[in-house]
């Protein structure tokens, strides 16, 4: 039976104020530095580009060019505003029935989106600039993000609260989310108390031998998870790691992240190839059998305290056998997305699943 956590209301309501701060006319987004503010019937917002974006109110028509995004929409209750969407935003469920205008952000048909007639349209940086303007130029505003770094989620969830003028909802989720990463910090820090050592982690991000540094998001997940990153020091955010140095810091485990979209026996024809692969034969977690494939999808977006959960149990095995990370993930979607939300996860999101 799995195991129902509550949420703790302390931490929720520690989250709160920093949206309902932000009513009134005029008042700055009390999220971060200045990123939102409300101006007679429009809120401007800061994206991540630095651009300053007014947005008419209300907002009643969205397409959404990330899936990251997508899903935070749908976490504040937003997905019925959704009328165009592209093909990865696919989380929650619903949204599955919304008309898909786009593979990616990079290759929208303009001519099905501008037939949508929407209020905002929301994407990422491969959202080509051209495109943009196109919009703007007919008085739609574009809002780019990125949801990969968990820094920038909770200023991207109250900007999203204020365009939406769902202050109150944001606060809910964002406490889940810091609740849910509570927990995995307790766990960690309770084997730290016990002196268990922190192992040693090789993150291969989707190419052989790609890697991330101290300056990502993956390795702030690493250390949130317990870990320890041997490309933290490396001079570029993604640096293709030589197989020597691979041997030389002999890590303990290795994860290797693939795209969301691919099924389990792709995951085991991954992990097969990095188990064949003879320049890594004399590395620990070759030979110990603790490779891991890991899907981007648990960390892009509102999920990626699941995905740091998960890797804390891959990173500690036994020393974390206690820790029900299936049932938290089920109470996370459950919190999150409403309790029908659970019966339409049918993916494997971590290969083999320990």
Not at 2 to 10: N, W
Not at 127 to 144: A, H, M, Q, Y
Not at 235 to 253: F, G, Q, T
């Amino acid at each position: 039976m799995l195991l129902k956590r509550l949420f703790l209301p302390v931490i929720i309501f520690a989250v709160l104020p920093a949206f309902l701060m932000a009513g009134g006319n005029s008042e700055t987004a009390a999220a971060g530095d200045s990123s939102a503010e409300i101006s007679g019937s429009s809120v401007v917002v800061t994206d991540y580009t630095g651009k300053e974006v007014s947005i008419r109110q209300p907002v009643e028509r969205v397409v959404s060019l990330n899936s990251g995004l997508s899903e935070i929409l749908g976490a504040l209750e937003c997905g019925d505003k959704m009328v165009g969407r592209d093909n990865f935003s696919t989380f929650p469920s619903s949204l599955k029935y919304i008309q898909s205008v786009a593979r990616n952000s990079s290759s929208p048909n303009m001519e099905m989106l501008l037939s949508l007639e929407p209020d905002l349209v929301v994407a990422d940086l491969m959202f080509d600039k051209s495109k943009r303007e196109i919009l703007e130029n007919r008085g739609i505003p574009v809002l780019i993000e990125s949801t990969s770094n968990p820094d920038r989620l909770p200023l991207i969830v109250d900007n999203f609260a204020r365009i939406f003028d769902k202050q109150e909802r944001a606060g809910l989720v964002m406490g889940i989310l810091n609740s849910t990463l509570s927990e995995v910090e307790s766990k960690i820090r309770s084997l730290e108390e016990r002196g268990i050592p922190k192992p040693l982690v090789f993150f291969e991000n989707r190419k052989v031998y790609k890697s991330a540094n101290s300056s990502t998001g993956h390795h702030q997940n690493i250390v949130l998870a317990g870990g320890i990153n041997i490309a933290a020091d490396e001079p570029v955010s993604s640096p293709r790691l030589n197989p020597e140095y691979i041997v030389e810091m002999n890590p303990d485990v290795i994860i290797r992240r693939v795209s969301g979209d691919i099924d389990a026996d792709a995951m085991e024809l991954m992990l097969r190839s990095i188990y064949e692969r003879p320049s890594l034969q004399s590395v620990k977690a070759i030979q110990e059998k603790r490779v891991y494939i890991v899907k981007s999808d648990l960390f892009i977006s509102l999920r990626y305290p699941v995905g740091v959960a998960y890797l804390s149990r891959l990173f500690y095995g036994d020393e974390l056998s206690d820790f029900d990370v299936d049932g938290l993930f089920q109470d996370y979607i459950t919190e999150l997305y409403g309790p029908d939300e659970w019966k339409h996860i049918r993916e494997t999101y971590v290969f083999p699943d320990e």
